[in-house]
């Protein structure tokens, strides 16, 4: 099975600084996926990495607010930009299985915004 | 457009008892992917199946088993003589039938297993 890593594991960050997200694949992934949790609630898609191109967004969600970027197969990042207390969530990244098409997903990361 | 329906917010058992987990989804696909996660308390997803929509069998491992019935729908979920460690959130979620696409989540069922 994928596996798939992601760090920070949690922050805390002040309301309107930034925050990057990493998220560490191994070589049997293809589609790529970040999801938001916010606090006793479902996922949400925020959206498609995209390998080499813009991330494919989900309604809701803007470039501005949620740049991307997937530099190659293994890797991508998800930025919070501009944070406020509503961003605080778990974001997860999740990877689709070359082979099997099960989608895995990170540990994600636990952000608290204050 | 795909939506995932699981009614029960909050279940409770004691432990050993048996406890099902409803799933409904809706999808004007005819071929799809069913899945079950788990999230424990610690916060990550944890995959259990994954269902084609051409396979209607019921599946067992171990404790779990899952019963696909696409006349109605549902993809309902059971835990036979539950233990305290299936205390978790569960969600049901739907893809198309590419297998390449992201995934709708219903709400998730909070299962409280009390010993």
């Known amino acids: 099975s994928a596996v798939i890593s992601q760090k920070p594991s949690r922050d805390i960050c002040q309301r309107g600084t930034s925050l990057t997200i990493q998220c560490q694949v191994d070589?049997?992934?293809?589609?790529m996926f970040w999801y938001r949790q916010q606090p006793g609630q479902s996922l949400t898609l925020i959206a498609t990495?995209?390998?080499?191109?813009?991330?494919?967004?989900e309604s809701g969600f803007v470039i501005d607010k949620f740049p991307i970027s997937r530099p190659n197969l293994t890797f991508s990042t998800l930025t919070v930009s501009n944070m406020s207390p509503e961003d605080s969530s778990i974001y997860l990244c999740?990877?689709?299985?070359?082979?099997?098409?099960?989608?895995?997903f990170g540990p994600g990361t636990r952000l608290t915004v204050t | 457009a795909q939506k995932v329906t699981q009614v029960q917010t909050e279940i409770s058992v004691v432990e050993k008892e048996d406890v099902t987990l409803d799933c409904v989804y809706e999808?004007?696909?005819?071929?799809?992917?069913l899945f079950w996660y788990k999230q424990p308390p610690s916060g990550e997803l944890v995959f259990l199946i994954r269902?084609?929509?051409?396979?209607?069998q019921n599946e067992i491992s171990g404790r779990y088993s899952w019963n696909f019935q696409k006349s109605t729908s549902s993809f309902n979920f059971t835990i036979t003589a539950s233990q305290v460690v299936d205390s978790a959130v569960y969600f049901c979620?739907?893809?198309?039938?590419?297998?390449?696409?992201?995934?709708?989540f219903g709400k998730g069922t909070r299962l409280s297993v009390i010993a």
């Open positions: 269902r084609n929509s051409f396979d209607e």
């Open positions: 979620a739907l893809s198309e039938a590419t297998g390449n696409t992201p995934l709708v």
């Open positions: 070589s049997q992934v293809t589609m």
């Open positions: 999808t004007r696909d005819t071929t799809y992917y």
């Open positions: 990495a995209n390998q080499g191109s813009e991330a494919t967004y």
């Open positions: 999740s990877g689709l299985d070359r082979g099997t098409r099960e989608q895995y």
